[in-house]
């Protein structure tokens, strides 16, 4: 079974810090997506990244995967109350599979 | 902008009951997925269906579960007989394209199953 970890799992910071979320796991995988969810609602996708090495950037957030696709992390440069939420990582494994392969998430908040 | 929607919101039965959780998927959509995620646990992969079939499932989708597309715009899931350990918020997903690219998949605000 592939796992997914993700560190830390609960951040709680002021606005304006810069943090950053990790998701590491001992696989190879083809693919990683990150997502954010707010409670009570699914999740939204925030990045694709397929390339090791890639990185992506999104407004305030950066996304990496590593090298050796099997690790990626998500930096977020002075962080706003609004990107309160649960960040996950999702993994796929290379070929035809779809099944994807979620961490436990980290949970953020940032205080006012 | 469109939305995946979900059906009931909550919902609460008694062991050994049956349960039919609902979803409209994005109109377009042809990929269509059932996730949950047990209460402080991740998020798991049930089952995604295409085409009118399965196309692929996890261990978790056993004989108990089962999936249907009962018209050109509902999705739904449907539990036998539910256990305890089935109480999770279940997530519908859809996507536009061939789940091989890993396309972008939109989800549902969930359904929350309490098993008594």
């Known amino acids: 079974t592939q796992l997914l970890e993700q560190s830390p799992q609960f951040l709680s910071i002021q606005e304006g810090e810069n943090l950053t979320v990790y998701c590491n796991s001992s696989?190879?995988?083809?693919?990683l997506q990150w997502y954010r969810q707010e409670p009570g609602e699914g999740p939204v996708l925030l990045v694709t990244?397929?390339?090791?090495?890639e990185v992506k950037k999104l407004k305030r957030l950066t996304f990496q995967f590593g090298d050796a696709r099997k690790d990626s992390s998500l930096h977020i440069t002075a962080a706003q109350p609004g990107d309160t939420g649960l960040y996950l990582c999702?993994?796929?494994?290379?070929?035809?599979?779809?099944?994807?392969?979620f961490g436990r998430g980290t949970s953020l908040i940032v205080h006012p | 902008e469109p939305e995946v929607t979900q059906t009931p919101s909550h919902q609460v039965t008694q062991m050994g009951q049956e349960v039919i959780l609902r979803c409209v998927p994005i109109?377009?959509?042809?990929?269509f997925y059932w996730y949950r995620q047990i209460l402080g646990q991740k998020v798991e992969f049930l089952v995604s269906?295409?085409?009118?079939?399965?196309?692929?499932k996890s261990e978790i989708f056993d004989d108990q579960f089962s999936v249907e597309r009962p018209d050109g715009s509902n999705f739904t899931l449907k539990i036998r007989s539910t256990k305890l350990e089935d109480s999770a918020m279940y997530f519908c997903?859809?996507?536009?394209?061939?789940?091989?690219?890993?396309?972008?998949?939109?989800f549902g605000p969930g359904t929350r199953l309490l098993v008594l």
């Open positions: 696989s190879v995988f083809s693919s």
């Open positions: 990244v397929v390339t090791g090495g």
């Open positions: 109109s377009n959509h042809l990929y």
């Open positions: 269906f295409y085409n009118n079939e399965i196309s692929e």
């Open positions: 997903a859809s996507s536009p394209n061939r789940q091989g690219k890993w396309e972008t998949q939109y």
């Open positions: 999702a993994a796929k494994k290379s070929g035809g599979s779809y099944i994807p392969t």
